[in-house]
């Protein structure tokens, strides 16, 4: 039988600490990516579009990621594409994450004034100037706060990846406590590998709402 000492736990934890960190990056700007095409797409006047960006939209946000992670890693092998389990969490989270951050955004540009779009066309402005000049600079700085909160839930989101197989944080976790028989030491030490990631995080959206005045 393998002895673990309390170094082997910290450091194997840290060890797939890294791994949860490389997850959350890649589905936090792969789903940016995807979230500001959607969200193109969604600021057109075409039914079509406007109407397949809703659907998506909605199937992601009403769906369990935990269903679409199954769906990601065993229902497309059944389509004869067989994808790892890091390629399968970096596709269902990305999705995921897109689906929210294309709302939040689309959120932050109604809320800016009508008088905006009113005063841009007063001007001559067409419809890409508005967005490039006047809509898109307010909108990011209406969205920044927000958007670096919900990175927060894209952290904690990798740790159902662990249920396909993918040896992140939480998996690790259950694999060192199935060793050592010590639930207590190793996911408290889990949580406070997550506190250490998700509390920066956390401070710094509210340092930016505060910054930014989003409020007022």
Wanted: aromatic content about 14%; charged content about 15%.
């Amino acid at each position: 039988m393998v002895e673990f000492t309390d170094w082997d736990i910290f450091r194997n934890l840290a060890l797939a600490a890294r791994w949860t960190v490389l997850l959350s990056i890649i589905a936090f700007i792969g789903g940016g990516m995807v979230a500001g095409i959607m969200l193109m797409l969604r600021m057109t006047k075409n039914v079509l579009l406007v109407g397949l960006v809703r659907v998506y939209t909605e199937v992601f946000q009403g769906t369990p990621l935990l269903m679409q992670l199954f769906l990601a890693f065993f229902g497309l092998s059944l389509l004869g594409i067989d994808l790892g389990a890091w390629t399968a969490a970096s596709l269902a989270l990305t999705l995921f994450t897109s689906a929210y951050l294309c709302e939040i955004w689309r959120g932050c540009i109604d809320s800016l004034p009508k008088g905006q779009w009113e005063a841009s066309r007063t001007l001559g402005l067409n419809y890409f100037q508005t967005m490039r000049y006047v809509i898109v600079p307010q909108s990011i700085r209406v969205a920044t706060a927000p958007t670096v909160g919900f990175s927060v839930q894209v952290v904690k989101n990798t740790a159902l990846a662990s249920i396909i197989g993918f040896v992140e944080l939480t998996k690790a976790g259950t694999m060192l406590n199935n060793a050592t028989f010590e639930p207590f030491k190793v996911f408290a030490l889990v949580a406070l590998f997550y506190f250490a990631i998700c509390y920066p995080l956390t401070r710094y959206s509210k340092y930016l709402e505060r910054k930014l005045n989003v409020a007022g």
